[in-house]
């Protein structure tokens, strides 16, 4: 699908650095063209990356975490010496990568044979068919896995059992199971976590701050979410930066946060946030249920002027072609969607397209002018009321 091309602001228009308008061949379009999206993964971005851009999305990526490398994880060797100096009656593995992980980093420190010998001993529970297949592949076997693929399943039939006594090693997988863990020990299990992959800030905060800038003026659409470290990372980026209240309140209204499960979420929705998660918690279908979801969401359908225009992000659908638009440009365009034939004057679409402290309300005239010319012939549906502002024409 090609891109639109580079050109400096034209004098007056509102500056954003975005690219000139350019209109597209009709095809079928992707499911998120015109929508930008923020990615705050660190593992496995660039994959996720792929995914949303294939269907159209424009991705800024901002990595709100970073991993301890396994080799130098004091914590994680420690652990694994727990579980070889004691008993081990259960082992409970959530994730392939993290499973693997821990094997491949015992086998570093010589401590590979012993540990497999201790896990072959344990009765080993798995958390969904991926983790699984890496137990198998370890020449291992498990006792038990749920079909839901869910910790909340796991538990239930673990606590439907005597655990009382018992010494059960949990395998972490970058962020803490508290609910699991202070369950077991309810339950009189003497518990030892297993901190894989572990997660600490981004050497670099700047790329966190500028996605909290981007989610406060309406930069993007939506935001992934793939841990709930990220989102702790991303909201603790802007209570320091004195901006949580505006984006707790973007988050609330206007940029959709897609999280690959409800663990991940739960940060977002103990802060009232609404949440999409895929029904299966994976890159794919988090990937799928944004591209229904988002433009159910934030595409605006409207006849003007005998035209049918369909504005979604930067994109706007003109009578079927799809055209390309410059941030501002779309955010006046969506503006005056919003509610066909009411008028907006230039202060109120300075302040909706994010420029609200300027004052030279020439910039949006240039930038009206270039949406017209950009609609081409549906551009005369956007009208000037005289002294008032304009408008999108209904008739």
Known sequence: MPTPSSARPESGEIADGASVTERMPVTELPPLLGFTVGITAARRREELASLLERRGAR????PALRIVPLADDGKLLAATRACLTERLDVVIATTAIGFRGWLEAAEGWGLGDGLRDR??????????????GAVRAAGLTECWSPHSESGAELMAHLLGTDLAGLRIAVQLHGEPLPDMVEGLRAAGAEVVEIPVYRWEPPEDLRPVGRMVELIVTGGVSAVTFTSAPAVLSLLGTAREAGRLDETLAALRADVLAACVGPVCAAPLVRAGIPVVTPERYRLG???RTLSDELPRRRVRTVEAAGHVLRVQGA????????????????????ALAERPGRVLSRAELLRRTGTAGLT????VEMTVARLRTALGPAGRAVETVIKRGYRLAIA
């Open 315 to 334: 994109a706007v659908i003109v009578n079927g072609e799809p055209v390309m638009l410059a941030p501002k440009t779309a955010a006046v365009l969506d």
């Open 119 to 132: 896990l072959a001993q344990a009765r080993l529970f798995t958390r969904g068919p991926k983790v699984t």
């Open 360 to 363: 030279d309300e020439h910039a």
């Open 59 to 62: 991705v800024v990526q901002a």
């Open 285 to 287: 279908a988090l990937v």
